[in-house]
């Protein structure tokens, strides 16, 4: 699958939900961090993590393959080491995901491989709050909206 921008704009616009393999309950992780985004720009964000009973306000699955059925997962996106890949890329096809997504940083041949004849599309070394800030037009001031507009620099901003 190529990650152009008409794709991930395609891919970003089609998809509901979203499970986060790896995510934390840590707000200043990454996946924290990524997934509140998402979750506050319409998506719904599965959690998966077997540390966790609840991320986000929503109920946190151990894995993959414990998402119930009714659940329909539209993007896997991974936060684990890129070794990890290839088993949840065939979980990924189990439970009739759509995108196998690895975060920015994240590339496993062999995972995209499994994904792709699986039938799911793969996005490899992109992040989804990136992209989506990117190509949906949620790009502010560091990601965050400060709800502020004014010409006047403020003060706890250091230059």
Not at 34 to 51: E, F, W
Not at 102 to 113: R, Y
Not at 137 to 153: D, M, P, Q
Request: hydrophobic fraction near 45%.
């Amino acid at each position: 699958m190529s990650t152009d921008i008409e794709t991930l704009r395609r891919i970003l616009g089609a998809s509901q939900v979203i499970a986060v393999v790896g995510l934390s309950a840590n707000w200043w992780r990454p996946s924290y961090f990524a997934a509140k985004y998402m979750q506050d720009h319409g998506y719904r964000i599965i959690p998966v993590n077997p540390n966790y009973k609840e991320i986000l306000g929503e109920r946190c699955y151990p894995s993959l393959e414990d998402i119930p059925d009714d659940i329909n997962i539209d993007i896997v996106d991974v936060f684990q080491r890129a070794e990890l890949a290839p088993p949840l890329a065939h979980s990924a096809v189990a439970i009739g995901a759509k995108i196998f997504w690895l975060q920015l940083g994240l590339i496993n041949d062999e995972a995209a491989d499994v994904a792709r004849q699986g039938g799911l599309g793969v996005v490899m070394d992109y992040c989804v709050k990136i992209e989506h800030g990117r190509l949906m037009g949620g790009l502010n001031l560091f990601g965050v909206s400060t709800v502020v507009i004014s010409a006047k620099r403020p003060k706890w901003l250091v230059y």
